[in-house]
């Protein structure tokens, strides 16, 4: 008997992980008129610094009605975890954007959701895409880091 508990214990600690920021994503496609906007960063859980791990520096992302963007030290396109020097290696750079699938959420229902996000084409930059986040407008953007189930994120809000 206590052997089984222990294991219920153990397996129920190490056994499930999730996103926890997937509450927030898009899953519903978006009008494209609903997304356009700027965006600045209002928070990110890589450190525990704040704004204050960008060393003053502006994120934005403007997200213009021509399908053309303009990107403020925004996340390059990575694989795999950020290294340890994240904040330095943001980019700026301007392009095309789009919205596509950007990944899925599994909230234990079959079949899986969309997550409808941002794609930034650049024909000189490398950008990783950005998730958007909100179930209606005014959307949100959010870079997820790494592994979507460490909550490493960086999180964009509309401005007004």
């Given at each position: 008997m206590?052997?089984?508990?222990l ?6 600690l190490t ?6 920021h997937?509450?927030?994503?898009t899953?519903d496609?978006?009008?494209?008129t ?5 965006y600045v960063?209002?928070?990110?859980t890589?450190t525990r610094?704040?704004l204050a ?5 502006a994120c934005?992302i ?9 990107a403020t030290n925004v ?8 290294p340890?020097?994240?904040f ?8 095309t954007?789009?919205?596509e699938s950007v ?6 229902r079959?079949?899986l959701?969309?997550?409808w996000?941002?794609?930034l084409d650049?024909?000189t930059t ?5 998730g958007?986040?909100?179930?209606k407008p ?7 880091l790494?592994?979507p189930d460490?909550?490493?994120?960086l ?6």
């Amino acid at each position: 008997m206590r052997a089984s508990l222990l294991l219920t214990l153990l397996l129920s600690l190490t056994g499930c992980h999730y996103d926890p920021h997937a509450h927030l994503y898009t899953t519903d496609k978006p009008e494209t008129t609903n997304v356009v906007g700027s965006y600045v960063l209002t928070s990110q859980t890589l450190t525990r610094d704040g704004l204050a791990a960008l060393k003053g520096k502006a994120c934005l992302i403007d997200l213009r009605a021509d399908g053309t963007f303009v990107a403020t030290n925004v996340p390059p396109w990575q694989d795999g975890f950020p290294p340890t020097n994240f904040f330095d290696t943001l980019i700026t750079g301007s392009g095309t954007w789009r919205i596509e699938s950007v990944g899925s959420v599994d909230d234990g229902r079959k079949p899986l959701k969309t997550h409808w996000g941002v794609y930034l084409d650049s024909p000189t930059t490398k950008f990783d895409s950005v998730g958007l986040s909100g179930a209606k407008p005014p959307y949100g953007l959010i870079y997820t880091l790494g592994d979507p189930d460490s909550g490493e994120a960086l999180i964009l809000e509309r401005k007004k």
